[in-house]
């Protein structure tokens, strides 16, 4: 593909976000004129009270925060597919996602063992996240660890997965002693949220997630290299230990913050990774990651705003969403093109 139809796509793709980053702010249980929705966003203040708060206090938040989970778990995913080559590898892999759950597990439901602390402490949104942060990290320690004992890569996703096991024990254990109201609010959390965040949340989350793209910047050529197998990166000169434990980090960093503030959101990091290859025909991280981030921010937007049943004041599970309106599509996708690209 030629670099003037990339140029068009990623132009296409960008007004696309814009206008469904619009269209995700001016959905509600509560119905406000888009002309009053544009009218906040520049700063008027003759516009209801009300309506600036639901706008600029929950719904830009949202909108904003649907962004960076799509692109962030999106890109994560790319780059598991493209470290593990497997078409099926996503960005819970690792186990990190399991830690984090793990973590809100012994806040929530380790109340019934531990203590009453844990309960009241489960009620905020702060203290959710870091108990989240704080599993993810153990498990991304482990895995480090273990990435540094291993020459075998595939050793690696083998040692997540069991991770994902043994975290998921150890929940359904803590389940069965656990009372149905805290199961519930358990529950809940794991079928994912974009809704919870406020300013100061999403301004801690948006640093570490600049953080986490900005350091994919130094590993597209390890990652160009790897897809040609590992003897060819290191007749390139790249350092495989290192650059296999930055890619790790990034991925664990990412996944790690996002499944602490949205919760554990699924299909996006598996599936937007094929859609990006598919509609770029291109092998090239230059072009893949940036291409991953924006298709990923604009999935999420969709099924959010699907999600938000415009004219209810209901909202369904992000994560049923994600899985019931994006598997057809890539299944559609896949069957199209006759193959899928790792």
């Keep these: ?78 780059l598991m597919q493209t470290l593990f080559k497997n078409p099926l590898a996503g960005p819970f892999v690792l186990g990190i996602s399991s830690g984090a759950s793990l973590g809100v597990a012994l806040l929530i439901l380790g109340s019934s063992i531990f203590g009453g602390f844990f309960l009241t402490s489960s009620m905020s949104n702060w203290s959710l996240a870091i108990a989240a942060s704080l599993g993810a990290f153990l498990v991304l320690f482990a895995v480090i660890m273990a990435a540094n004992s291993l020459r075998n890569t595939m050793s690696i996703l083998i040692i997540g997965l069991m991770f ?35 300013w100061s949340e999403l301004s801690v989350f948006g640093s570490i997630y600049l953080v986490g793209i900005l350091a994919c910047l130094i590993i597209i050529k390890p990652l160009n290299s790897f897809l040609l197998g590992e003897n060819y990166a290191k007749s390139l000169g790249i350092d495989i230990k290192k650059s296999r434990t930055i890619i790790l980090v990034i991925t664990s960093l990412l996944t790690g913050v996002i499944t602490a503030f949205s919760g554990p959101i699924a299909f996006i990091g598996l599936a937007v990774p094929h859609i990006a290859k598919m509609l770029f025909t ?32 209901f909202t369904l599970p992000i994560n049923a969403i994600t899985s019931l309106f994006g598997a057809p599509i890539v299944i559609w996708l896949i069957i199209r093109k006759k193959k899928i690209v790792v």
């Design 164 to 198: 994902g096991s043994l975290t998921a024990a150890v929940i359904a254990i803590l389940a069965y002693f656990s009372e149905a109201a805290q199961i519930q609010q358990y529950l809940f959390w794991s079928f994912g949220s974009l809704g919870n965040l406020s």
């Design 1 to 78: 593909m030629k670099q003037k139809t990339y140029k068009k796509h990623f132009i296409l793709l960008s007004v696309l976000l814009i206008v469904l980053f619009f269209l995700n702010i001016s959905l509600g249980s509560v119905s406000i004129p888009f002309k009053e929705i544009f009218y906040t966003l520049i700063g008027d203040t003759s516009i209801k009270d009300s309506w600036q708060t639901i706008v600029l206090d929950f719904r830009v938040p949202k909108a904003i925060t649907a962004i960076l989970v799509g692109s962030g778990l999106s890109i994560c995913g790319l």
């Design 282 to 313: 291109t092998s090239n991280h230059k072009i893949l990651i940036p291409a991953s981030a924006i298709i990923g921010g604009i999935v999420l937007l969709i099924c959010d705003s699907i999600a938000q049943l415009p004219t209810s004041e």
